[in-house]
């Protein structure tokens, strides 16, 4: 169990973020088309999870539109956005926002996805939601950053995670 805050205020995930070097948990989760993705369809690439609790907060947006920026100038990257967002609602906010580089992934038909990642809130009033967190996998599918972030209203460290894409 992983000790973070929002707005100061303690609260808890349900476990730990999986370990640099281990191999990424493979999962399925729903694109704003309903389709589905795993994350070992994007093997032999770079991938950034941005992990959040919702769109519909200024910095989960904010951290969005940022890695949207980022991911234009990455090669042999992709970047998934994951939260518990519906994909409808996902796609709006890309469409509205011009979002284009990254894919938005629901974990609506999924919770487990924050079981296996160690990131579902536990308590307070973002229960069941996910704790904010960037991960980046290598092409071979071990994980070579995370990034638990300490404080949910926060933004990640960008360049920490971008530097460490090689």
Same mark, same amino acid.
């Given at each position: 169990m992983a000790n973070i805050t929002f707005k100061g205020q303690p609260i808890h995930t349900c476990g730990e973020l999986p370990k640099v070097g281990?191999?990424?948990?493979?999962?399925?989760l729903v694109k704003s088309d309903l389709s589905e993705a795993k994350l070992s369809d994007f093997r032999g690439k770079y991938v950034v999870l941005n *992990?959040?609790?919702?769109?519909? #907060?200024?910095?989960c947006a904010a951290s969005v539109r940022r890695f949207n920026k980022e991911a234009a100038a990455l +090669?042999?990257?992709?970047?998934?956005? *994951?939260s518990a967002d519906l994909?409808?609602?996902a796609g709006r906010f890309c469409t509205t926002e011009g979002i284009e580089n990254v *894919?938005?992934?629901? #974990?609506?038909?999924?919770?487990?996805?924050g079981e296996q990642y160690g990131l579902t809130i536990v308590d307070g009033p973002m229960k069941g939601l996910l704790a904010r967190a960037v991960i980046v996998?290598?092409?071979?599918? +071990?994980? /070579?950053? +995370?990034?638990? /972030?300490?404080?949910?209203?926060?933004?990640?460290?960008?360049?920490?995670?971008?530097?460490?894409?090689?």
């Open positions: 281990e191999e990424a948990p493979d999962f399925t *992990i959040f609790p919702s769109l519909d #907060t200024g910095v +090669k042999n990257t992709v970047v998934l956005c *994951i994909p409808f609602a *894919i938005t992934l629901s #974990t609506f038909r999924n919770p487990s996805f996998v290598n092409p071979e599918g +071990k994980i /070579v950053y +995370k990034e638990l /972030v300490p404080e949910i209203a926060q933004e990640p460290d960008y360049n920490s995670a971008i530097n460490s894409i090689v």
